[in-house]
């Protein structure tokens, strides 16, 4: 009797990013190991999260500057960044390591704003696809006037007025 077993490999990555601010612009950099084999033919996505993004700034390179594509989502706001791989025939277990420059982060923080995902595909379907946390730093509460009025006296009552700016936009549900 034979038993037959397969280890199937799965695309795995890790990506750098310049500047983690909200709403500051940043470089990535992504390593992936490829868990299928890819020909020049394929797709390597990158989705980034909702942000205002400049696309004709976006430039993605290896060793030297390549093509890719980028497209907003008119209905999530995600953006998409599509590109060849870098070979002509990656097999199963390449490292492809690539850059894309010109990016935004996201101007809140939330469950949505943090997921950055990366697939791989041909014209007709995902081969498979996998996803890490992008960490934000939070932009400060800046207050730039403070005035009160009134007594300072025990029962009395006053009121305090003071100017903020807030750096980065707070989200719909707060």
């Known amino acids: ?20 601010q909200v709403e500051t612009s940043f470089n990535l950099t992504l390593n992936l190991t490829l868990g299928v084999a890819l020909t020049s033919s394929s797709l390597i996505q990158v989705i980034l999260p909702q942000a205002n993004y400049n696309i004709p700034s976006i430039v993605c390179s290896t060793v030297i500057n390549i093509q890719c594509n980028s497209t907003v989502d008119q209905l999530s706001g995600n953006l998409t960044i599509t590109l060849s791989p870098p070979c002509t025939q990656c097999s199963v277990g390449s490292v492809i390591v690539f850059a894309i420059n010109g990016l935004t982060n996201p101007s809140y923080i939330n469950s949505y704003s943090q997921a950055l995902v990366v697939q791989t595909a041909t014209t007709t379907g995902i081969y498979e696809n996998s996803s890490i946390a992008l960490s934000l ?38």
């Open 1 to 20: 009797m034979y038993s037959l077993s397969a280890t199937p490999q799965v695309l795995t990555f890790s990506a750098v990013k310049s500047n983690n």
């Open 137 to 174: 730093t939070p932009s400060t509460l800046t207050i730039s006037n403070y005035a009160r009025s009134g007594l300072n006296t025990v029962g009395n009552t006053y009121s305090i007025s003071f100017t903020y700016t807030i750096s980065n936009y707070i989200n719909a549900n707060g």
